[in-house]
């Protein structure tokens, strides 16, 4: 592999700034990630960690500064587009359909990224579509509950589901808003253990606050506070930034 391209950064954020009214909710925020990191997004409630996160994924649109994936500016774009280009989000609060069956919900996913929608054709059809689903499912250990209502799985395989919607939209970049979020002890350290099994083959943006999950999890921490960067370095490092425990670790 080329040492230049593998050191270019897969994601990387430009000044990016939103602005509400006279609220700043992300302020002039310089970014990058590497390929095959699992970086974790920390900081106090009302940070800048769901606003940085929704401009990335397409939900909201910077009111300055740039967002390059790949190289590539996608400042701006819709979130269908970027979620084609390679970059997929599974979210703080389920966003599932739960009359749905496990294989519909990560198919429509997989459809999302390789057909346009066909009312006519028959979903069942796209037999790439279904496969693609069902390996989705197995990489998050859900695959013998294919055809059971997403609805039935208990809350963590609930969340795990959604990962693996994520998944079959085959991303670069994989962005985790809070994932262990109402999650047992046994269903975090099965997620946790998902997780380092997928971050062999993807990107991974991760926010979170269970602190000793991220220490844990992630290469590398970015913290933000009042929409700005505060820190940035290895687990070790940021538990030992006093400029960190003051604004966040010890709340």
Not at 101 to 108: F, I, K, P, Q
Not at 123 to 147: I, N, P, R, Y
Not at 151 to 163: A, P, T, V, Y
């Amino acid at each position: 592999m080329n040492r230049g391209a593998a050191s270019a950064p897969v994601l990387r954020t430009d000044m990016l700034t939103v602005r509400f009214g006279g609220l700043a909710a992300l302020n002039q925020v310089n970014f990058e990630v590497q390929r095959g990191e699992i970086r974790a997004i920390i900081g106090p409630n009302g940070a800048g960690k769901s606003t940085f996160f929704n401009c990335l994924t397409g939900v909201l649109r910077p009111t300055a500064g740039k967002i390059f994936f790949g190289g590539e500016d996608i400042t701006g774009l819709s979130s269908d587009r970027i979620s084609q280009k390679g970059i997929a989000r599974s979210y703080q609060i389920t966003n599932i359909m739960p009359n749905a069956t496990a294989l519909e919900n990560v198919r429509v996913a997989a459809q999302s990224r390789r057909h346009s929608w066909n009312m006519v054709r028959h979903c069942m059809s796209f037999h790439d579509l279904v496969e693609k689903a069902e390996q989705a499912l197995d990489k998050v250990g859900l695959l013998a509950k294919a055809k059971e209502l997403a609805s039935n799985l208990s809350h963590g395989e609930q969340r795990n589901l959604e990962i693996g919607i994520a998944l079959a939209t085959e991303p670069t970049l994989l962005c985790l808003d809070e994932p262990t979020a109402g999650m047992s002890a046994a269903e975090t350290h099965e997620t946790m253990a998902l997780v380092r099994r997928i971050a062999k083959d993807f990107t991974i943006l991760i926010v979170e606050h269970d602190m000793p999950l991220v220490m844990e999890l992630a290469s590398r921490i970015t913290v933000l506070n009042y929409g700005a960067v505060l820190a940035e370095g290895p687990p070790a490092e940021i538990q030992k930034n006093p400029r960190v425990q003051e604004a966040y670790l010890k709340t």
